[in-house]
């Protein structure tokens, strides 16, 4: 009888131990950016009164927030060449754009560029509103 | 086997071709120009210390000068023409019409425009009072500008006018409308 226990002992614990083996569960997250790479204007509109025969400068900031994936900006470019002539004796000229500190590194995080600005109108442009509107365009 | 080497290299090339996407964002700006010298309108003749010269007391208008009085318009950018107003225009002048009234002076003049960089632009039937326009050299930027004229060319005086009451003074203002 105690022979029985003790095999019906050892086949209990057996099977408990055989019971008991390891199971691995996965969980994947998928993060996504609130945003798109994205580009805004800080300083628009920019709108200064020139008397004839002078000047007026600014200075231009972008900012950019990725998306997230961690790949630089490629290329920062203006759909328009400068300097700007308007025809009407005021000139808009804009030096290439600064960028500034990059620490692209994740959803939301971002980066201001910056650009110098300056009008030159001459003594025989014409009064009133001058109006300009370029684009600064962010390929990745 | 050659078709299929180009096609393959062509294969290879758009391949390599990066996927890119584009974002911009729209910087206006808006210029307000001002001319400084706007609505400015200025004498330029030498008057009042020209002389038109000396005329004999009776008779006809007698030829003297000629001389021009002169203003210049400044600008104002808009290339619209300028438009000015004569407020006071003496022909005829009683330097003392308490001691000796009746006798006075005449002048005989003549309003010019200049007009858009061309030679001078008679005005027809001139009025003190009346509103006139002219047109502005270089095209009506800020550093544009017109003349006025009011070119006197006879005077007279009546034949009892006294030959000790000095050189007769005739004032012209004109003004700017716009």
């Known amino acids: 009888m105690k022979k029985f226990f003790a095999i019906l002992a050892v086949l209990v614990l057996f099977g408990t131990y055989a019971w008991a083996g390891d199971a691995t569960q996965t969980v994947n997250v998928t993060v996504t950016c609130s945003d798109q790479l994205v ?7 920019w709108e ?19 998306d997230g994936t961690n790949n630089p900006v490629l290329v920062l470019g203006y759909n328009k060449v400068f300097p700007w002539d308007d025809g009407n004796g005021v000139i808009l000229d804009l030096n290439d754009p600064v960028q500034g500190d990059w620490r692209y590194e994740g ?34 | 086997m050659k078709k299929k080497i180009i096609m393959l290299i062509a294969m290879m090339v758009i391949i390599s071709i990066p996927v890119l996407s584009q974002t911009q964002a729209t910087q ?26 000396t005329i004999q007391a009776g008779g006809d208008f007698q030829e ?3 001389v021009e009085v002169k203003w210049r318009f400044e600008g104002d950018g808009t290339n619209n023409p300028r438009q ?25 003049s003549q309003w010019y425009a200049d007009g858009n960089g ?41 034949e009892h006018f006294p030959s000790n009451m000095g050189p007769v003074v005739f004032r012209f203002t004109i003004d700017v409308v716009d």
């Open chain 1, 39 to 45: 580009v805004t204007c800080q300083s628009s509109p």
């Open chain 2, 64 to 66: 003297v000068g000629p």
């Open chain 2, 28 to 53: 206006n700006v808006n210029v307000n120009v001002t001319c400084p010298g706007s609505s400015q309108m200025y004498p330029e003749s030498v008057l009042p210390s020209e002389n038109l010269g």
């Open chain 2, 84 to 108: 000015f107003n004569i407020v006071l225009w003496q022909q005829a002048v009683e330097p003392d019409p308490i001691n000796y009234p009746q006798e006075k002076v005449e002048i005989q």
């Open chain 2, 118 to 158: 061309t030679s001078k632009e008679l005005i027809n039937s001139p009025e003190q009072g009346g509103k006139y326009q002219v047109y502005l050299n270089e095209g009506g930027g800020c550093d544009s500008w017109g003349y006025i004229y009011l070119q006197i060319t006879g005077a007279k005086a009546t």
């Open chain 1, 107 to 140: 959803c939301n995080d971002n980066v201001s560029v910056t650009a110098e600005a300056t009008v030159t109108v001459d003594l025989h442009a014409t009064s009133g509103v001058h109006t300009f509107a370029f684009d600064l365009t962010a390929t990745y």
């Open chain 1, 48 to 66: 200064p009164s020139v008397a004839a025969g002078a000047s007026a400068t600014s200075t231009f900031t972008w900012n950019i927030t990725g």
